[in-house]
């Protein structure tokens, strides 16, 4: 039984160009993500039949393989919903007025969470989000899939700093692609993910 599916985008695959082409965001939603999604659930069936037979050798190895697959398909689907044809601009409300309060300005966050995404070393993202004990928004950089973010802290904005989400199009040159991200921010969607993670107990 299938625990996870691959979401449908809210956009056709050509909508975000010419930030994003029409073919990376193909392959990497009906490729990389969905092999994420197929992971995900083979790796929750061998953990099942890990239980039913009580062998347990092999089980860092699969819970490692399911947090890697379950947090790559929960940051693509963030990812796409952060991303709108209409997205841009910037902030408004309680979340521009939190990140003038956490980061001093706009630009301040915009440099920080932009570094943070060009400068992962090898594969990862850039990640806005809110950490509950101190009830304000951080960057942080996750590696690969999970990893040195602090437990508990809701993503509201992330970036792919995978080579697969702009090589085709930026080639080597990741700043250029976390450049014209900004100009795709569906900033109602992460308002939105901020408002939920401050009101969740």
Known sequence: MSIYTLPDL?????????????????????????AYVAGSNATLDAL?????????????GLEKTLAFNVSGHVLHSIFWENLSPEGGDRPEGELAAAIDEYFGSFEALQAQLSNATKLVQGSGWGVL????LSGRLQVT?????????????????????????????????????????????????????FDAARGAK
Do not use: C
């Not at 029409?22 to 990389?32: F, Y």
């Not at 989000?129 to 509950?132: A, C, L, S």
């Open 10 to 34: 809210p956009y056709d695959y050509s909508a975000l160009e010419p930030a994003m082409s029409g073919q990376i965001l193909e392959l990497h939603h009906g490729k990389h993500h969905a």
């Open 129 to 132: 989000g809110y950490e509950p």
């Open 141 to 193: 950089q996750v590696y690969d899939h999970h990893g040195n973010v602090g437990v508990g802290t809701t993503p509201v904005l992330v970036f792919d700093a995978w080579e697969h989400a702009y090589y085709l199009q930026y080639k080597n040159v990741r700043p250029d692609y976390v450049d014209q991200l900004w100009n795709l921010v569906n900033w109602s969607d992460v308002s939105a993910r």
């Open 48 to 60: 099942a039949e890990a239980r039913d037979k009580g062998n347990y050798a092999g089980i860092v």
